[in-house]
């Protein structure tokens, strides 16, 4: 069958010709509705690239949905964040929607304003990426609106939650340092300053993880916390503190992987190898920390798989508003690599 002339929007009625099926299985496959055999799935997704067919946003609009999830992220310069995004937009594309992101900047401000204007655009559902907002703000945005969380340890009856066991994850990062016989172990933090979030921001719950770690390896006298940010300037900055210290530490756990580079630039300008002098441990594990030049030991947190469940949930939200709200928390692993080792 010839491809419908260019100049006119291929719609839904061409995609069920091309694949010789109803416009209705092509609106069950469209919204991943149940019916829609995988084979008929096969045939509707194999029309609809070949004929480049995309739904029309405004007139889905006017039926109740978008079909787009609006997904903001507090830094789009951290790798991590990426991955959550994949996640996410892998899941999402097989049911049919799209992704619009916006950046929140790591401020309550900037947050309000994204997550308003994906509001006043009729988005179908929000994923929040560890936002600064307070839960009070979080509640009334999921009050209009389905709401997935992203990193914070907070539960509220509104909305669902996604995030990585913390506290677990420091704990790797310690009792793997101890255990290679590191005792001075400090730790780079980003600064949480509004103290009503503190038993929710994963910077805040990952330090509180690094001080109970070290108490429960007899280390407490050793603890030492740089706070600065979680950048590759933070991390900079936060190793030219550590490094003034009377005792500076022979190992250093950043609390993301991005702060982990800043710490391993700062030792470079010092003359400190790493691990020889210096050992250095990151949390997400990125990509970056893979590569071979780095090989940067680091907390894997499961970035994808956080994304992929919070838009499962955001999903089953739209899908049932009403439901109990649901909260997940992952338990991460460590990959270990060259950048750790015993005190030189």
Known sequence: MPKPAATRRVTIIDVARHANVSTTAVSKVLRNAYGASPEMQAKVRKAIDELGYRPQASARGLRGQTYTIGVMLPNIRNPFFADVLDGAAELLDGAGYQLLMGPGSNGEAAEAR?????????????????????????QHVAERVPTVIVGR???????????????????????????????????IEHLERDRDRMTEMPNAVRA?????????????????IASTSYTQEGGYLGARQLLTRLHP?????????????????ALAEAGLA????????????????????????????????????????????????????THMTLTPTLAVRRTTAAPG
């Open 208 to 224: 509180e993880g690094y001080r109970q770690a070290m108490r429960a390896r007899g280390l407490h006298e050793y603890i030492d």
């Open 249 to 265: 530490p022979t190992a250093i756990f950043a609390g993301a992987d991005i702060v982990a580079m800043g710490v391993m630039q």
């Open 114 to 138: 994204v997550t308003e204007t994906m509001i006043d655009h009729s988005l179908d559902g929000l994923i929040l990426v560890a936002p600064v907002s307070s839960r009070r703000h979080l």
């Open 274 to 325: 790493v691990p020889g002098d210096i050992a250095v441990a990151g949390y997400d594990n990125t990509m970056f920390a893979g590569f071979a030049p780095v090989g940067l030991t680091s907390v894997d947190q499961g970035g994808r798989q956080l994304g992929r469940n919070a838009a499962r949930l955001v999903l089953e939200r739209i899908a049932d508003p009403a439901r109990p709200a």
């Open 153 to 187: 340890h907070g539960r509220a009856a509104g909305y669902d939650s996604v995030a990585d066991d913390d506290i677990a994850g420091a704990a790797l990062v310690v009792d793997h340092l101890a255990d290679l016989g590191h005792r001075r172990i400090a730790h």
